[in-house]
């Protein structure tokens, strides 16, 4: 295979795994919390768009804003009602809540929707430049996870609420002085981080199959996303995923795809160790 | 030390009755027994480096799988059943000694993001090194000799001598200097660093003691079940349910990882039997009932608070809210 073919490869696989990895980054880093969520957010959003698909024909670009909006809701009223009350406990206990409520979630899934793998069919073939293919399914998720990472920057940087998230995430008790409902801006920042999980799911769905045995599969690539950009700023998870994307695409051609987590998995532990803030990251952020 | 006592007396009887199941139980029953020891023992051990240093670690389940892997290894390659074991114990320990020295330098979320990282990393090279562990068509281990009542017996009496053991460690670690050096890591590494206590090596210490006994666990589990593969050996819903067993009981206490991972087996077993379809949703439902309403554990409610709470209510007639209790 061509070197520029899996470099590309890696560019839009990298651009579907920032997409993943950008809610996951921006409730740790902000709510200092490990959402082990996000996940099943992910499968969950994919699903409800392959339903609305499916059922009652209503294209995947349409149902996004949607199925996402459903996902914000969820999120808002589980860290509202759950998470808020212990969000200033050590890492053990919130990380153990959210893998109960993700045992819930997970099953409720299982249970109701079954662990099939469903896939939105779009057939819009491929688009060959010389002797490069690119599927036109992937071109546009990935156009999609820009767009979407692209309006997550935005909003973080010229709303009102975006702001209020910035202050709560440099200072807490400053931002509570400064008139900021913090429970609120909690609740808020939960919630865009499931916004873009769903969303992710939905993109994801018009590109592989989603079934509910991948929620840690997506888990662990956003771990390893965010170790590699750093916490909670919008670029550090693009760079990270579009890091990870080039990564798997050459370990998988040069070592064998079965070995390509494990690369990524490996280089999260190293990354760990000798710079934990990341590539992209700020220091100070614990 | 009355009320220490009580416990000591408590835990013998319950010791007591989990060996004596042989004598009386099904086979079934004898299961429940293993699986109540098995878990246990993980607990206990978790509970070196969660509950007396207070780090949170995930990884559980690697030292388990490992343990599994190694010992069906040794076995298939001749050798002897209780030098396997020991073998694997010894292997889990060594590179238990070898990670903790590199990931113990993280803390909080990095350390709870690195010990999960490591349950994925063991078990994709173990899926992946087919050569060596048989992939994913996961690994025969030869069989116990005997009939299934003895082989049952057997492995129960095993395992309940790995948790008196752990549990022995347990103790004599709680009383002893290093104990002491790891409760003042858990409540501040740093100052705990500035006055000479040598916190990497003791932090090392209690990540291989968490490592040394699930790895044994693993071990004989290998041989007990004779067949094992890289999703059952190295599952995350084991290295989270550990820790739960733990907070369950009461963190940080000695005896409580014993009373939580008994808990927690006996309610895992009667939501198996009669919520087949449900039982994860229903373990979920315990995790976030212990978080919001039993924070300290078990162990650390006051029961005579609660049972005079529930006198004076029924006492009083129930349209008062005078907040006596």
Redesign the interface.
């Known amino acids: 295979m061509d070197i520029v073919q899996i470099l590309l490869n890696g560019i839009v696989l990298g651009s579907l795994y920032a997409c993943i990895a950008i809610g996951f980054s921006l409730v740790w880093g902000v709510l200092n919390v490990i959402n082990m969520l996000h996940g099943s957010f992910i499968i969950l959003g994919g699903y409800l768009t392959f339903f609305a698909w499916q059922y009652f024909g209503i294209n995947p670009i349409l149902a996004l804003p949607f199925i996402a909006t459903t996902l914000f809701c969820l999120g808002y009223v589980l860290q509202y009602f759950f998470i808020n009350k212990v969000v200033t406990a050590p890492v053990l206990t919130t990380l153990t809540l959210t893998f109960g409520l993700d045992m819930i979630l997970y099953n409720l899934m299982t249970v109701f929707f079954t662990a099939t793998p469903r896939r939105v069919t779009l057939d819009l073939g491929t688009l060959n430049i010389g002797d490069l293919y690119l599927p036109v399914d992937r071109l546009l998720g990935m156009g999609l996870a820009l767009c979407l990472t692209a309006l997550l920057f935005l909003v973080m940087r010229v709303s009102k609420i975006g702001r209020a998230i910035v202050a709560v995430r440099m200072d807490r008790q400053a931002a509570t002085l400064m008139g900021i409902r913090v429970n609120h801006v909690y609740a808020i920042t939960f919630g865009i981080g499931a916004f873009m999980a769903g969303a992710a799911g939905a993109v994801f769905s018009m590109v592989f199959p989603v079934t509910t045995n991948l929620t840690g599969v997506f888990l662990g690539k956003a771990f390893v996303i965010c170790v590699i950009g750093g916490l909670g700023s919008v670029p550090g998870a693009l760079i990270g995923g579009i890091a990870l994307g080039l990564i798997e695409s050459i370990a998988g051609y040069t070592i064998g795809p079965q070995n390509a987590i494990t690369v990524g998995f490996v280089l999260m532990l190293v990354l760990l160790v000798i710079r934990p803030s990341g590539i992209a990251g700020v220091k100070g952020y614990e | 030390m009355m009320k220490s006592l009580l416990h000591y007396v408590a835990l013998v009887l319950w010791l007591a009755l989990i060996a004596s199941t042989p004598l009386f139980a099904d086979n079934y029953t004898i299961r429940i027994a293993i699986s109540l020891t098995m878990f246990s023992a993980m607990a206990v051990s978790w509970n070196f480096i ?1 509950g007396f240093t ?1 780090y ?1 670690s ?1 990884s559980t389940a690697a030292f388990f799988g490992i343990g599994c892997y190694v010992g069906a290894i040794a076995q298939r390659n001749g050798v002897p059943l209780v030098l396997a074991w020991v073998l694997a114990s010894v292997f889990v320990a060594v590179f238990a000694a070898l990670l903790g020295a ?2 113990l ?6 350390f ?3 010990s ?3 349950v ?2 063991t078990r ?2 173990t ?2 090194w087919g050569s060596l562990t048989g992939g994913g068509d996961g690994l025969n281990v030869p069989l116990l000799q005997g009939n299934p009542q003895e082989v049952a017996s057997f492995v129960l009496y095993v395992m309940l001598s790995i948790l008196v053991l752990a549990f022995c460690t347990s103790i004599y670690v709680d009383r002893s200097k290093l104990g002491f050096a790891l409760k003042c890591i858990s409540q501040n590494e740093d100052a705990a660093n500035m006055v000479g206590v040598n916190t990497t090596v003791y932090k090392i210490i209690a990540y291989t003691l968490s490592a040394v006994f699930c790895g044994t666990v693993g071990a004989v589990y290998a041989s007990w079940i004779g067949y094992i593969d890289p999703t059952d050996s190295f599952s ?1 819903l084991l290295t ?1 349910k550990v ?2 067993m733990v ?1 369950l009981g009461g963190a940080g206490t000695v005896f409580g990882p014993i009373v939580g991972a008994g808990a927690f087996i006996l309610l895992e077993e009667v939501f198996w039997a009669n919520f087949l ?5 229903i ?6 009932f ?3 309403f039993l ?1 300290n554990g078990l162990l650390k409610l006051d029961y005579n608070r609660l049972f005079k709470r529930l006198i004076n209510k029924k006492a009083r007639t129930p349209r008062t809210m005078d907040g006596t209790s």
């Open positions: 969660g207070g949170p995930f590199i990931i330098r993280l803390k909080g979320h990095y709870a993001i690195g999960i990282a490591i994925e990393v994709l090279i899926s992946s995350i989270v820790p739960v907070l379809e449900w039982n994860r949703a373990l979920g439902l315990i995790i976030v212990l978080i919001f924070p």
